[in-house]
Nanobody, 122 residues
Framework: QVQLVESGGGLVQTGGSLRLSCAAS????????MAWFRQAPGKEREFVAR????????YYADSVKGRFTISRDNAKNTVYLQMNSLKLEDTAVYYC???????????????WGQGTQVTVSS
């Protein structure tokens, strides 16, 4: 069974940067994709970014496009989310998702990390 372990969350000021990591063990998503979602208190889970593992195609929510970058390290079986120019509205719990099939798209995944808190303050 694949497990996803997230790290890198924390407290930053507006305009600052943070890098999240998600390490997969017990398997790979070489035929699928990995993605990041986030959920703020009282709000629905929101798609953030996605990367197709085999070819590296990336997709972003409009709210983070130009500020966030998703990437992967094949050797470490790890996906990253580099977050720059952070805003107050980026505050949320960020979840890493594994997608065994590309059909998940921006809707979710079948494997999930434990979540990591990102708090942006002014």
């Amino acid at each position: 069974q694949v497990q996803l372990v997230e790290s890198g969350g924390g407290l930053v000021q507006t305009g600052g940067s943070l890098r999240l990591s998600c390490a997969a063990s017990g398997g790979t998503f070489s035929s699928g994709a990995m993605a990041w979602f986030r959920q703020a208190p009282g709000k629905e889970r929101e798609f953030v970014a996605r990367i197709v593992w085999s070819i590296g195609n990336t997709y972003y929510a409009d709210s983070v496009k130009g500020r966030f970058t998703i990437s992967r390290d094949n050797a470490k079986n790890t996906v990253y989310l580099q977050m720059n120019s952070l805003k107050l509205e980026d505050t949320a719990v960020y979840y890493c998702a594994g997608q065994s099939t590309l059909l998940f798209g921006r809707s979710g995944g079948d494997y999930w990390g434990q979540g990591t808190q990102v708090t942006v303050s002014s």
